[in-house]
Nanobody, 121 residues
């Protein structure tokens, strides 16, 4: 069974940095896209950054030039380096993986349990 486990969240002052990690467990035939979403209180979940199997990246405008997404294909792990954090980055951050598991013929969408990031002013 596929599971995603996030880590690296916490409390940081504005201007600080955090690095989120998301480790996948279980077997995949292929992983296409890996990404990070976030949801702040009272707001909809939004895409923060994503990266394809070919390392093509996509970022929300609000995090461009501050956040960097990367992946380790050998370990099926995705990272989010967050620099120059702002109070408006405060949210629960969720890892997302789109891939074909070894026991199913089609691509499926998987989510982690979320990790809290709080940025104080």
């Amino acid at each position: 069974q596929v599971r995603l486990v996030e880590s690296g969240g916490g409390l940081v002052q504005a201007g600080g940095s955090l690095r989120l990690s998301c480790v996948t467990s279980g077997w995949f035939t292929v992983i296409d896209r890996m990404g990070w979403y976030r949801q702040a209180p009272g707001k909809q979940r939004e895409l923060v950054a994503s990266i394809t199997s070919g390392s093509r990246t996509n970022y929300a405008d609000s995090v461009k030039d501050r956040f960097t997404i990367s992946r380790d294909n050998a370990e099926n792990t995705v990272y989010l380096q967050m620099d120059n954090l702002k109070p408006e980055d405060t949210a629960v951050y969720y890892c997302n993986v789109v891939g074909v598991p070894s026991n199913y013929p089609l691509a499926r969408d998987y989510w982690g349990q979320g990790t809290q990031v709080t940025v104080s002013s």
